[in-house]
């Protein structure tokens, strides 16, 4: 048995769910998992994931594919189509922290992440040892004002064709919109902040001097606009007069690495539909 995930994305009208449904029992599909959402039953976008399983010898890949294409034409709607068999490849970029970076290679290690990790790159070494215990290549690419043009070159050289989506693991350097642009895949990042609080230097001290009773971490798809992609996770937990600011970066990382390791694992289960500036992550 094989499994696939479809994603639809369109206009909402009367009968789509039953179309597809019908669709994927013609093609000798068993639909495993499906769920839906709409913005508005009244003209509002909807959205779909269906997870099915079919037998590889009574369903050729691009004979389905065609088939999928007709009917989701006739609904005038987007639509993508996954096989978990086709195992993604991982870039992952990294600074000095290596909480993030270590939540990763530990869930890689055991299975919990489907994904390959071809390399790690870093502006920093003091990770490279941790990486190459994982049996991972490391790059450690410096990055100084003068040479970032140069070092962003450097870096898309590796990671053209090497990856299909980038996960920054608390990489403390911004990505300029022309590696963006050339690089084209997705990028995830982890926001060491409920967004839209807290940005920029020292947000564990901004918090505690602003007294909150809430802190959290934000992973969100990366976008030329800093710190203002799509969100995909939202991790929360409440904190008291009692803390100060140790303790509540302390919290902030174990939010921090659950909340980006969560996102990739979204990711990699296509779950997540991206809509406008939005996302659709279905549980």
């Given at each position: 048995?094989?499994?696939?995930?479809?994603?639809?994305?369109?206009?909402?009208?009367?009968?789509?769910?039953?179309?597809?449904?019908?669709?994927?029992?013609?093609?000798?599909?068993?639909?495993?998992?499906?769920?839906?959402?709409?913005?508005?039953?009244?003209?509002?976008?909807?959205?779909?994931?269906?997870?099915?399983?079919?037998?590889?010898?009574?369903?050729?890949?691009?004979?389905?594919?065609?088939?999928?294409?007709?009917?989701?034409?006739?609904?005038?709607?987007?639509?993508?189509?996954?096989?978990?068999?086709?195992?993604?490849?991982?870039?992952?970029?990294?600074?000095?922290?290596?909480?993030?970076?270590?939540?990763?290679?530990?869930?890689?290690?055991?299975?919990?992440?489907?994904?390959?990790?071809?390399?790690?790159?870093?502006?920093?070494?003091?990770?490279?040892?941790?990486?190459?215990?994982?049996?991972?290549?490391?790059?450690?690419?410096?990055?100084?004002?003068?040479?970032?043009?140069?070092?962003?070159?450097?870096?898309?050289?590796?990671?053209?064709?090497?990856?299909?989506?980038?996960?920054?693991?608390?990489?403390?350097?911004?990505?300029?919109?022309?590696?963006?642009?050339?690089y084209s895949g997705d990028v995830i990042n982890i926001h060491h902040?409920?967004?839209?609080?807290?940005?920029?230097?020292?947000?564990?001290?901004?918090?505690?001097?602003?007294?909150?009773?809430?802190?959290?971490?934000?992973?969100?798809?990366?976008?030329?606009?800093?710190?203002?992609?799509?969100?995909?996770?939202?991790?929360?937990?409440?904190?008291?007069?009692?803390?100060?600011?140790?303790?509540?970066?302390?919290?902030?990382?174990?939010?921090?690495?659950?909340?980006?390791?969560?996102?990739?694992?979204?990711?990699?289960?296509?779950?997540?539909?991206?809509?406008?500036?939005?996302?659709?992550?279905?549980?």
């Amino acid at each position: 048995m094989e499994t696939a995930v479809l994603l639809v994305q369109c206009a909402d009208k009367e009968g789509i769910v039953a179309k597809i449904s019908e669709f994927l029992f013609r093609s000798g599909t068993n639909i495993i998992q499906s769920d839906q959402h709409t913005t508005d039953p009244r003209g509002g976008i909807f959205f779909m994931r269906v997870e099915f399983c079919f037998e590889k010898a009574i369903r050729e890949r691009g004979c389905f594919e065609r088939e999928c294409e007709k009917i989701c034409s006739e609904l005038e709607a987007s639509w993508q189509i996954f096989y978990p068999t086709n195992t993604l490849n991982m870039g992952v970029f990294v600074s000095k922290q290596d909480h993030c970076l270590y939540e990763l290679l530990y869930r890689w290690r055991s299975g919990d992440l489907a994904v390959n990790i071809p390399f790690v790159i870093s502006n920093h070494s003091q990770v490279e040892d941790l990486v190459k215990h994982f049996g991972i290549p490391f790059y450690h690419l410096p990055i100084t004002p003068e040479d970032k043009e140069i070092q962003e070159r450097k870096i898309l050289e590796i990671v053209k064709g090497n990856s299909d989506f980038l996960v920054l693991a608390r990489y403390m350097q911004i990505l300029s919109a022309v590696f963006l642009s050339e690089y084209s895949g997705d990028v995830i990042n982890i926001h060491h902040s409920f967004l839209p609080s807290f940005k920029g230097a020292n947000p564990y001290r901004q918090a505690y001097e602003r007294g909150v009773k809430v802190i959290g971490a934000t992973a969100h798809f990366v976008t030329e606009d800093l710190d203002e992609g799509p969100i995909i996770e939202q991790l929360v937990e409440r904190v008291s007069h009692r803390d100060n600011e140790a303790t509540m970066r302390r919290k902030g990382k174990s939010l921090e690495k659950h909340a980006l390791s969560n996102a990739v694992s979204h990711y990699l289960e296509h779950r997540i539909i991206r809509y406008l500036n939005r996302t659709v992550v279905f549980g």
